[in-house]
């Protein structure tokens, strides 16, 4: 026997050593009362503990290994291949936004964001630069990770939360200096006590470029003092119109979103490129166009006009404006008074006022625009004729009533040869599915396979000789359902022919087809010829009974890429016409069309 220690050999307890071989035969020889006597047991009772230092060495020994293994393994970790710049763009990418709550929250209500993970996975700067001492070389040496920050406070701060200042003040001494993107919220009532965290913050106010406050108050209100400047804040954000003269000098605005119910101010005129404003008057809106010379982006809700200023007809022509967001109180407003030619890019927001069609057609006709981009809740898929992209993206759970797809939305973009169908030029399409309700899979696979067609095959000429295209690119996302993988076995044989195929659910990712083709498929010789050109198209809308109600005329767009967010929409039907709306459409002679 010895008292050696695993590192310096041998082991204190070994029975098959010659020192305990008499232990070693009478352990397999001896038995009865006789075997166990006072002093043998006093002896195996040492032993037993000598075996225990050497179990705790081994196992001090083995996690030692395991961390000699680990730092090998890192030597040839594919991560290590990464250039720094590499990995600096991903840090980038991930640190958008830095979170600083205070905390605990005093109030009632509860804060801005509500925190549902662990405090750190909000604050990724400062996640990074805790994994290792490469990433945190690289955190602390780029500023820019720790520049944009999401400050939410309350005037009770110093009273409950030791440190939160100094977490401010951390952040701002490690972005080091650059311009700083900065979302502040504050609860409480004004003139309480300082707000610590603010004064800090408006101490380097001077590089602020960004600028989205929420607040019970004002800033000045909560202790900002009255002679900060802000001379590289290049986008506003802010509720109160009352406190933009407190922003006159800041000469790079170039976007400014505000619930105004007043003129905006003169000095923003020569600057801003984009104004997003609640609640404005048509005069206030038509003086800010026709002041703000390089007003490029214009972004509307709940636009007001009396009688008197809707009967003026059509106020004025504007070819600087190329994209337009708004709500459809606003947009039946800017139809009917406002023309915008170079308009590209349109977004309207749905709500549960009636869609102003006439306003629309008469827009568009009027303006002679070229939309390329059209986002909206309320979509009229048969006067797409040219849309190559449709995505819907549902993250919000909606019942059977409400969920826009429907067994009868994706049987309508099934593909039929007698007849003509919906969106013929898809190339891709994009379903985020997040409802309870049964899903067809056998439809939505029937629908997929009626759109794909083997490059240089004779169908795949004569579909192309219709007029139709051939759909590439197919990603369905269950966020509340699992996928059996073998009900999309059938999609599998479009993988090998070229098709890149998507299906996931809550048990990951069950099929991936996007295998790269090299040189398997073939690049159409066929060029598809753009229509530029307006049509008039004509389709049937069938009511919730099936019964054929009118006939309407409608203008086919242009429109390549269509993204339906669908947040707090309730549309429940795609009507064999094509329309997929917020309720059910009717569409009458001489009528402008109504939601019941």
């Not at 998507?502 to 991936?512: L, R």
């Not at 009458?588 to 069309?593: D, F, G, K, L, Q």
Request: hydrophobic content about 40%.
């Amino acid at each position: 026997m010895t008292s050696s220690c695993t590192r310096c050999k041998p082991l204190r307890v070994n029975l098959s050593s010659e020192e305990l071989s008499a232990l070693d035969h009478d352990l397999r020889f001896e038995f009865g009362p006789s075997a166990v006597t006072p002093e043998r047991a006093e002896e195996v009772r040492n032993l037993l503990a000598l075996a225990d230092k050497d179990f705790e060495d081994h196992v001090s020994e083995m996690a030692r290994l395991e961390k000699q293994r680990a730092k090998l393994l890192s030597l040839i970790s594919p991560m290590r291949k990464l250039p720094n710049e590499v990995l600096l763009c991903l840090f980038q990418h991930v640190c958008e936004e830095n979170l600083l709550q205070c905390y605990p929250w005093p109030f009632r209500q509860k804060p801005p964001t509500e925190i549902t993970s662990p405090v750190i996975t909000y604050l990724p700067s400062m996640a990074i630069s805790s994994v290792c001492s490469r990433w945190r070389e690289l955190a602390l040496s780029s500023p820019s990770l720790w520049a944009n920050l999401v400050v939410e406070t309350h005037t009770l701060e110093s009273e409950t939360s030791v440190g939160f200042a100094d977490t401010v003040i951390r952040y701002l001494e490690r972005s080091d200096g650059l311009p700083l993107r900065l979302k502040l919220a504050i609860c409480g009532s004004a003139n309480a006590t300082e707000i610590s965290s603010l004064i800090h913050l408006a101490q380097h106010a001077w590089r602020w470029k960004t600028l989205k406050y929420r607040g019970h108050y004002s800033l000045t209100g909560y202790g900002m003092p009255s002679e900060v400047r802000f001379p590289l804040l290049a986008e506003l954000d802010i509720t109160d119109s009352k406190e933009l003269g407190h922003f006159e000098d800041c000469l790079r605005l170039r976007a400014l979103s505000t619930w105004a119910v007043r003129p905006i101010p003169r000095v923003f005129y020569g600057t801003l490129e984009h104004l997003d404003f609640y609640g404005q008057s048509l005069n206030n809106v038509v003086e800010a166009l026709r002041s703000c010379s390089r007003l490029k982006s214009l972004q509307s809700r709940h636009l007001q006009a009396s009688k008197d200023e809707l009967e003026q007809g059509v106020l004025g022509t504007w070819p600087n404006i190329v994209s337009l967001t708004a709500d459809r109180a606003s947009c039946r407003i800017m139809f009917s008074s406002l023309n915008f030619p170079s308009l590209n890019n349109l977004v309207v927001e749905g709500d549960q006022i009636s869609w102003p069609s006439d306003a629309f057609l008469s827009f568009v006709s009027r303006s002679s625009c070229m939309i390329t981009a059209f986002t909206l809740r309320d979509i009229f898929l048969e006067v797409l004729p040219a849309l190559l992209h449709l995505e819907v993206d549902l993250v919000d759970p909606y019942p059977p009533p409400e969920n826009p797809i429907t067994p009868y939305f994706i049987a309508n973009l099934i593909h039929d040869q007698s007849t003509s169908s919906i969106v013929p030029e898809l190339d891709s399409l994009h379903l985020k599915y997040n409802s309870t309700d049964t899903f067809e899979d056998a439809t939505f696979i029937h629908m997929v396979q009626s759109r794909w067609h083997k490059p240089g095959s004779d169908l795949s000429a004569g579909i192309m000789a219709m007029g139709r295209s051939c759909i590439r690119s197919v990603v369905l996302k269950f966020l509340s359902r699992e996928v059996d993988a073998y009900v999309y076995r059938p999609l599998r044989i479009l993988d090998a022919e070229g098709l890149r195929v998507v299906v996931a659910g809550t048990n990951g990712v069950q099929s991936i087809y996007s295998r790269v083709q090299q040189g398997s498929v073939k690049k159409e010789a066929v060029k598809k010829e753009k229509v530029k050109k307006r049509s008039m198209m004509s389709s049937n809308c069938i009511d919730m009974k099936g019964k054929d109600v009118v006939t309407a005329y409608i203008p086919s767009l242009n429109i390549e890429r269509l993204v339906i967010t669908a947040e707090n929409a309730s549309f429940n039907r795609l009507h064999p016409g094509g329309v997929l709306t917020g309720t059910k459409w009717i569409f009458y002679p001489n009528r402008s069309a109504y939601a019941d």
